[in-house]
């Protein structure tokens, strides 16, 4: 990792997918700061320029982690034998590690699931934190002591992050009381804003880190404090007050049915009812919508953040996506439970799902992508062109993601300069050319690692290898074992 302050810089590539889909030679320019400044494409080598002879993706954001729950990964796949709660084993398992994790293995635990992250094509992360307390209920000294553990994680991988301190009020709808298994994730309004204006401050001239708003879900934040969080004036000190905010909605039906109970309304509908939703928003899951629903929220520019591999692990459903995107829905996707880090299977799987529940082929298309944003690849021997799912899925993700991070990613003037190479030696890959490196890479992808990844235009993985892997592998090891032995 180069750690010598960069200038003025430019690169071409050999093959490049852009906002306009897969260009040959792109060259772009990347100011001091690590934004790009030109974009060219079919351009030519100029004396100077940084050759990059492989095919390039930007990087996908990652607009959904709880990084601490890498360290569940795995151990949730029991049940109590003869019990019909299917769910226990998972939230226990939750529990058991929130509490016990000091600020030390929280960091060691974020910084392995961050770099399995950089590892395989995420570049930038939005990390939706609710433990804040200490493992007795109290309040650190500094209220902030547990964000920052995970942000400096973020920082010491070289991953750009958009940090959520989340607002955990409520045992549910109602306003029930937090559990005693729930004393770490309790914050008051007033320390809420501490720790947001706290973090800000502190965080300001980092241009990697962005501070925003997590409201947990309508289960856990009354009404009155979510109107109160998401005011511009809720901390009157920002520079920003207009940040994103991410909130979990309707992510199993028996939240709807419990949304329903209390206020007469689904979710999604009481939301929209209640707030100007827009493209300030970021909806997580958002899985469960009735058409009218799906039909305003495509309609809203809100971003929707969709997990299909945790979702899928929690058995929560399928969301509309057909009809979303066909309707200008934004999409973006995230990793969640951390079960796996790896933005390939999440657009797989999203597809996927689809296709087992319609018993079709190629759902995923966005419009937005499809219809005006991208041209149509060219092939050889076709009249009509085709359109390519897994340059559609790359670009939607990448777009919605970006904006769901407050983080302009991808090869287009103002964007930030994040990106990866595919692994030309990865038989997946194997006779790729335009869009079929996002196809193949999608759909058929064999290694587990992608090659080098800039972030900012600075190299922070060469050929597959990160400069502290040992030192980080071995910490996330100790905590393991100290969690669960
Ligand atoms: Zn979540």
Redesign the pocket.
Known sequence: MSTIPHHHQAYLFKEALSPHGWQKDLRIEVDQLGRIISTQPNAEFRVGDQCINRAVCPGIPNL?S?SFQRAIAGRTATQLRGSQDHFWTWREAMYQAALKLSPEDLSAIAAQCFLEMLYNGYTSVAE?HYVHRDPQGKAYDRLSELSEAVIDAALMVGMPITHLPVLYRWAGFGQKTLLEEQRRFELNLDEYAQIITALDHQYQDDQRVKIALAPHSLRAVSADELKIITDPNFCPSLSEPNRVIHI?IAEQMAEVNMCLAQTGQRPVEWLMNHHDISSRWCL??ATHLSQEETAHLAQSKAVVGL?PS?EADLGDGLFPLPDFLAQGGRFGI?S??NLRADPTEELRLLEWGQRLHHQKRNLAFSSLVNGQVHQAPQTKNLENPLDSLGQSLSLASVQGGSQALSRPTGFFEGAWADWFTLDEQDLGLCGAEGYLHSDQWIFARRNSRINDVFIAGQQVISDGKHPLERQIAAQFKQSIHRLFN
């Open positions: 959904h709880h939706f979990h997580v899951h997990c945790t995230g969640d439970s």
